[in-house]
């Protein structure tokens, strides 16, 4: 992740955008170009403006790395253009070799500013470090990849819409008045952004928010949306992910966009829950320092895949799908319905060249972190634990193998399924209300199941049902002894995590013997019977 010593040094200039006072910095490594597109950003205009400097005094500012220092008093006035569109398409690709061309002037001209040394290797090596690094940003970035990649998708969708026009049946599985029904395929339709970075404001992060971060006790109530995409920002800036995997950080923040616009206004699988899963992995990485045992990449496949692992989750478990005949059970034969969903969404998404986060990733990688989240989400239905567990037991007779692939696999399997269902590790407090949310998830499902004539789960039934009841056999059966295997590994986990469950445990057994107890007779009743006797 880096150390302090190996941070380049910076230079901070202050900029009056509108009368909107902003700050930039950038390292002696950073080009023209570099500098124009981030004061472009912070202008909320596109990276083809033209951008112009003025400083107090009203003269033009020169704009590259060796551009005056100034203070926050005395601000450059920042003036923007947008070009033509005739001109930003003829000019693109001129325009592009112009920005190779000085980047390769600013680097020589840095070079021999320095003491009059011109480092011939150490020059060579940037030189061929900005070039790499300019073709990622022409193939990613360049307005007209973005723009042919679009003009595909929409050709697809249109495609698409004219065979569903020539279809001679009826979709009995959507109901009249429904946008999205617990059938709806959104991994079928353009998955799109509906807004875009400028309106995602930045937050500043306090020490004490960091370290909070990377606990089993954070409390995930207190954060708005906004600030939770922050938060799953940070997470992946701070364990190395962006530099792993070469991600371009206004793709980063594209991508967490998309991914929670695509999460549903469920009761319990929603968004935030989403950002829970991930905090909780966050926090186990830290707490059994996983980056001894994994490598970066797999660290990248455990986060993002918790990030994806249920979205456009329809509010209505694999069970009803099937029970149902929905499409989606139809479309993956009744196997894991819903994981498999979730994983042609997360792909979907990824296949949009503006939130596609591995793209700077060689196809071998691809194929490997494609395959490893896949495999993530598919262990998340909760069909697959006994299987799972067994085979994790296994792996640790007579001594667990962390260079085995198998063993990792399973490893990584288990480490999902933890987070996933981590609510009760969390204090009461934070616990607590995520419960009268599954619960209310459960019943919206059981009445649509009654009004369908379906099968109804006992543990679904608002009839049949209570709070305590929901949650002792779970805790017991599935949760404790999950956490205490994984605690035969990393024995933290035995104190940081198996505790609370056991004191959860303990208290809704006492909430469920004092639901059972009768309620104590009356005055009224009292007097009765002793007149009796």
Same mark, same amino acid.
């Given at each position: ?5 190996? *941070? ?34 912070? /202008? ?78 150490? *020059? ?37 819409? *004219? ?85 371009? !950080? ?78 989606? /059970? ?124 379906? !099968? ?30 994984? /605690? ?46």
């Amino acid at each position: 992740m880096g150390n302090a010593s190996s *941070i380049e040094p910076t230079k901070t200039i202050f900029l009056d955008i509108d009368g909107k006072k902003e700050k930039i910095m950038f390292s002696r490594h950073c080009g023209t170009r570099d500098i124009h597109d981030l004061i472009a950003h912070a /202008a909320g205009v596109s990276r083809y403006a033209e951008i112009s400097l003025k400083d107090s005094t009203g003269a033009f500012v020169s704009l590259n790395p060796t551009m005056p220092i100034n203070t926050q008093s005395s601000p450059y006035k920042v003036t923007s253009k947008e070009p033509s569109p005739t001109t930003e398409s003829s000019n693109g690709d001129g325009e592009v070799f112009t920005q190779v061309l000085s980047q390769v002037a600013s680097q020589f001209n840095n070079q021999f500013s320095k003491e009059g040394v011109f480092k011939v290797e150490e *020059i060579k090596t940037d030189i061929a470090t900005r070039l790499s690094a300019l073709e990622r940003k022409m193939e990613l970035e360049g307005l007209k990849a973005v723009e042919i990649e679009k003009c595909k998708r929409d050709i697809s969708d249109i495609k698409d819409q *004219i065979w569903n026009a020539q279809k001679k049946f009826v979709d009995f599985n959507r109901l009249s008045g429904e946008t999205q029904t617990p059938s709806s395929l959104s991994d079928e339709r353009k998955i799109s952004l509906k807004r875009d970075v400028p309106s995602y404001p930045k937050y500043t992060l306090s020490q004490e928010t960091i370290e909070y971060l990377k606990q089993p006790t954070f409390d995930i109530w207190h954060w708005e949306p906004n600030e939770m995409l922050s938060l799953l920002e940070h997470m992946f800036h701070e364990l190395g992910l962006v530099a792993e995997f070469n991600i371009n !950080p206004i793709t980063l923040k594209r991508f967490f966009l998309c991914v929670q616009e695509n999460y549903r206004n469920n009761p319990f699988h929603n968004f935030r829950h989403c950002f829970c899963v991930t905090q909780m992995m966050y926090g186990m990485i830290h707490l059994c320092h996983l980056w001894e045992v994994m490598t970066r990449e797999d660290l990248g496949i455990l986060m993002t895949a918790c990030v994806c692992h249920d979205l456009d989750h329809p509010g209505y478990n694999n069970t009803y799908q099937i029970n149902a005949r929905t499409e989606l /059970a139809i479309r993956y034969n009744d196997i894991s319905p819903l994981e498999n969903h979730h994983c042609a969404v997360a792909f979907k998404i990824l296949s949009n060249p503006e939130c596609n986060i591995f793209a700077n990733v060689d196809k071998d990688t691809f194929k490997r972190i494609r395959a490893g989240i896949t495999m993530l989400i598919l262990a998340t239905d909760m069909a697959r634990h006994g299987e799972i567990m067994d085979n994790f037991k296994m792996k640790l007779e007579p001594e667990f193998d962390y260079k085995n692939k198998d063993s990792l696999d399973t490893l990584k399997m288990v480490l999902i399924k933890c987070c996933d269902i981590s609510n009760e590790v969390r204090p009461m407090e934070v616990s607590e209300p995520w419960v009268d949310c599954l619960l209310e998830e459960y019943f919206n499902q059981s009445d649509r199941e009654k009004m369908e004539g379906l !099968p109804v789960a006992p543990f679904m039934d608002r009839d049949k049902v209570t709070k305590p009841t929901a949650q002792i056999g779970f805790i017991k059966f599935v949760l404790i002894p999950m956490f205490e295997t994984v /605690a035969k590994l990393f024995p933290v986990i035995d104190s940081t995590m198996v505790e609370p469950l056991r004191i959860a445990r303990d208290r809704y057994e006492d909430m469920k013997e004092k639901n059972s107890m009768p309620p104590p007779p009356s005055q009224s009743n009292k007097k009765k019977t002793v007149t009796e006797k």
